[in-house]
């Protein structure tokens, strides 16, 4: 496949040229390439390219309870709504409720997401069929010292799905320090060092977690020896964000806020050299899966302390380059060699004008659907249509199975 006439975001500047694309990797980037034989030419005049964004935490099948717990504390959200309702879900829904989410997201430029869940077979079965690409975990908690088989779920779905199509990849999900015993949480450490498997967590979300534990204490547990990905972060204070020297954070601004869960130190994090990434978090709390929106907040929760926090590469970094790192996968900047994973942008778009300052608008005005978004030299997503899935029998199974798990069946 050859892309012609467009401009590519290469580094932090915007540069007229074409991209050919041999078997999902960019093989070669230059101005006025010349098709070859038989050759797919894909014509982007007016259209800009930048790397695919990596969202690096959600629960994707949480679409299916967007909207049902709203102007709820946290506890009560969690506990007296959430946690009921999915006792609900079926396997199914959570296929359903998966792909509405990679739809949203793929609309907005995601090529890639991190996932904690249940039933995550078929949200893996979910990935595969759109085409994502994906770091799948099943949540893990020994309620009363007892999994109820969690641990051994999530290692059967890293031996029949690891490294599917070099897309979808298996981390391990621990909830959290407040719902996985200390014994628990070492044992997952164990296995994640053993079989060098990623792993993901719930941290210090709520100022109620510092009763049970300190952050020394979980993460002398052996979480500083494995791939590690902190979720949330927002109650972490100044003496412990040396702590996650080597980890990928996930910073959640919106959800956070909406649940009263507060902001994370995101600029002490950068000072102490620490790769931030973003993530979302579910469609049940946060209700959108548009990263750039929620990148654009998290930019301005840390320039309302000062102006110069988080400064616009720092933002863009945590979409590309470290969302792409956090996943363990190759990518994150267009170069040859690189996967062809790309967002693809109306050069015309009011948002972007002028576009001489296109990464600086991007990042503080645009909030609209992109052009198209590329997985693998394939479109997931293209000017308003998805290519691999009948939106039409998605959203009509979607809609039965929410109003199953709600209750608000007809």
Not at 129 to 146: H, I, N, P, S
Not at 212 to 231: A, S, W
Not at 270 to 294: H, R, V
């Amino acid at each position: 496949m050859l892309l012609k006439n467009g401009k590519a975001l290469i580094g932090l500047e915007l540069k007229k040229c074409d991209i050919r694309i041999e078997n999902g990797i960019i093989k070669e980037i230059s101005e006025n390439l010349v098709p070859l034989d038989n050759e797919e030419v894909v014509d982007l005049t007016g259209k800009i390219i930048t790397p695919g964004f990596v969202n690096t935490h959600t629960h994707v099948a949480m679409s299916l309870l967007r909207g049902y717990a709203e102007d709820l504390p946290f506890k009560e959200w969690l506990f007296g709504k959430i946690l009921p309702a999915e006792e609900k879900l079926t396997p199914e829904a959570v296929y359903y409720g998966s792909l509405v989410s990679m739809m949203e997201m793929a609309a907005h430029g995601v090529v890639a997401f991190c996932d904690m869940y249940f039933h995550e077979d078929m949200v893996a079965k979910a990935v595969a069929d759109f085409g994502l690409k994906a770091l799948l975990t099943r949540g893990l908690v020994d309620t009363g010292g007892d999994d109820n088989g969690r641990l051994e779920e999530n290692l059967k779905l890293f031996r029949k799905w690891n490294e599917y199509e070099d897309r979808i990849y298996i981390g391990l999900g621990p909830h959290a320090p407040y719902s996985c015993s200390k014994s628990y949480l070492s044992k997952i450490v164990d296995i994640a060092k053993t079989e060098d498997i990623p792993v993901t967590m719930h941290f210090f979300e709520n100022a109620w977690e510092y009763e049970m534990y300190t952050p020394r204490e979980i993460m002398d547990i052996g979480f500083h020896k494995v791939h590690f990905i902190p979720v949330h972060c927002t109650q972490l204070k100044r003496e412990d964000i040396p702590l996650l020297e080597g980890s990928y954070p996930s910073i959640n601004t919106v959800s956070n806020m909406k649940l009263g869960n507060g902001i994370p130190p995101v600029t002490e994090m950068l000072k102490n050299g620490i790769k931030i990434t973003i993530g979302t978090d579910g469609p049940a709390s946060n209700n959108s899966q548009n990263l750039l929106s929620d990148l654009r907040i998290s930019v301005l929760a840390q320039k309302s302390y000062s102006p110069e926090n988080f400064k616009v590469e720092e933002a863009f970094n945590a979409i590309t380059r470290n969302g792409y790192l956090a996943l363990r996968l190759t990518g994150g900047t267009i170069e040859v060699g690189n996967p062809a994973d790309f967002a693809i942008f109306e050069a015309s778009h009011i948002q972007l004008q002028p576009i001489d300052n296109f990464l600086k608008n991007l990042i503080h005005a645009y909030t609209d659907r992109v052009h198209a978004t590329m997985v693998n030299g394939r479109f997931v997503y293209i000017n308003g249509s998805y290519p691999t899935v009948d939106v039409e029998e998605v959203l009509e199974k979607f809609s039965t199975f929410s109003r199953m798990v709600t209750g608000t069946e007809s």
